[in-house]
């Protein structure tokens, strides 16, 4: 048998997002992906 060992060693460097265009831009694409999500859950509704 072969021994397999697994070393990890991970640390937080930085959270969320570092400039106010970082912040809009991420901002934008929630909002699509929401309006995406909301558009295929009314056309699922629409077709029942």
């Given at each position: 048998e072969a021994d397999v060992l697994v070393?990890?060693?991970w640390e937080a460097v930085g959270f969320g997002?570092?400039?106010d265009a970082e912040r809009e831009y991420?901002?934008?694409?929630a909002e699509t992906?929401?309006?995406?999500?909301?558009n295929r859950h009314n056309r699922k509704d629409r077709n029942q």
């Open positions: 070393v990890n060693d997002h570092d400039t991420a901002a934008a694409i992906l929401l309006e995406r999500k909301l």
